[in-house]
């Protein structure tokens, strides 16, 4: 499955430490906000409040907007030898609902 995450920033760092201490501090702050997340080992994780849904009308349903944060080097999924084991936490089950956009009768 693919999905469109769209974030928002423009920190970069030259150490992964101080990438990491940044990722932690902005984490915490979803968290704060944010009731339900999912977080993985290499550094990203999505954050989604269950009220928090669009109405789509291609498929006419509601779907879960999520707010998404992650920790990557040179645009890319950070390196094995970098996985965080530790930060594989979930406090809900995501809702995997996706948009089935119809065009001229076919659903993509």
Not at 7 to 15: I, K
Request: proline share 4%; charged share 35%.
């Amino acid at each position: 499955m693919y999905r469109v995450i769209e974030m928002y920033g423009d920190f970069e760092f030259e150490n992964y430490y101080d990438a990491l201490k940044y990722y932690k501090s902005c984490w915490f702050e979803l968290e704060k906000k944010i009731p339900l997340y999912k977080s993985r080992g290499d550094l990203m994780t999505i954050f989604w409040n269950p009220e928090d849904k669009r109405w789509c009308e291609e498929c006419d349903e509601f779907l879960q907007q999520y707010h998404s944060l992650a920790l990557l080097e040179d645009g890319q999924v950070i390196p094995d030898e970098k996985f965080r084991p530790g930060y594989e936490k979930q406090t809900g089950l995501e809702i995997h609902r996706t948009c089935r956009i119809k065009k001229d009768g076919t659903t993509f």
